[in-house]
T-cell receptor, first 113, second 113 residues
Framework: ETGVTQSPTHLIKTRGQQVTLRCSSQ?????VSWYQQALGQGPQFIFQ???????GRGNFPPRFSGLQFPNYSSELNVNALELDDSALYLC????????????FGQGTRLTVV | SQQGEEDPQALSIQEGENATMNCSYKTSINNLQWYRQNSGRGLVHLIL?????REKHSGRLRVTLDTSKKSSSLLITASRAADTASYFC?????????????FGTGTRLLVSP
């Protein structure tokens, strides 16, 4: 158990809809990152939040957005869902800094139909 | 895009045998982290090795890092059926200003009783 919790576990959405995924960070961690893992692939970095601001982003379009709250929990929002957005979405929390361990939650399996 | 590649893509061994997985990457790193993933669920952090370290041990795990060859290996000794999972290496690159883990494509390990 890492202390990182994600909800919901599974989700089915229709193309064009919007979705919000949630993550609670491990206690004492103030940095949260989101990753997308397509079937059979390694996770891909979406973005990172620190002190409620986005401080790094991967190659994902603006329809992927996020929030971090004062208690360090976080949301990932995806607008205008596409079929290719079907994936496992993973949240990771870590202490501040760039040379630290990242601990992942169990993920949310999103299916877009 | 994936930074690294794990080798082999799949590995099948008997309980009690050792399993060795290799990871190659492309850019300079702060650290390299190994993760385990069971059945497409969350990532479990196994070990972190920093760029100035050459070898680390944790229980039955041994990790080596060769920054001149941009490669790492994970050795699992005396494997158990419960070690059956996918294993990923992830690199935390320098000069990004934030933690962005770049994952390889993974090695699927099957340990038979």
């Amino acid at each position: 158990e890492t202390g990182v919790t994600q909800s919901p576990t599974h989700l089915i959405k229709t193309r064009g809809q919007q979705v919000t995924l949630r993550c609670s960070s491990q206690s004492g961690h103030n940095t949260v990152s989101w990753y997308q893992q397509a079937l059979g692939q390694g996770p891909q970095f979406i973005f990172q939040y620190y002190r409620e601001e986005e401080n790094g982003r991967g190659n994902f379009p603006p329809r992927f957005s996020g929030l971090q709250f004062p208690n360090y929990s976080s949301e990932l929002n995806v607008n205008a869902l596409e079929l290719d957005d079907s994936a496992l979405y993973l949240c990771a929390s870590s202490p501040v800094g760039t040379d630290t361990e990242a601990f992942f939650g169990q993920g949310t399996r999103l299916t877009v139909v | 895009s994936q930074q690294g590649e794990e080798d082999p893509q799949a590995l099948s061994i008997q309980e009690g045998e050792n399993a060795t997985m290799n990871c190659s990457y492309k850019t300079s790193i702060n650290n390299l982290q190994w993760y385990r993933q069971n059945s497409g669920r969350g990532l479990v952090h196994l070990i972190l090795i920093r760029s100035n370290e050459r070898e680390k041990h944790s229980g039955r795990l041994r990790v080596t890092l060769d920054t001149s060859k941009k490669s790492s290996s994970l050795l699992i000794t005396a494997s158990r059926a419960a070690d059956t999972a996918s294993y990923f290496c992830a690199t935390d690159g320098v000069n990004t200003g934030f933690q962005k883990l770049v994952f390889g494509t993974g090695t699927r390990l099957l340990v038979s009783p």
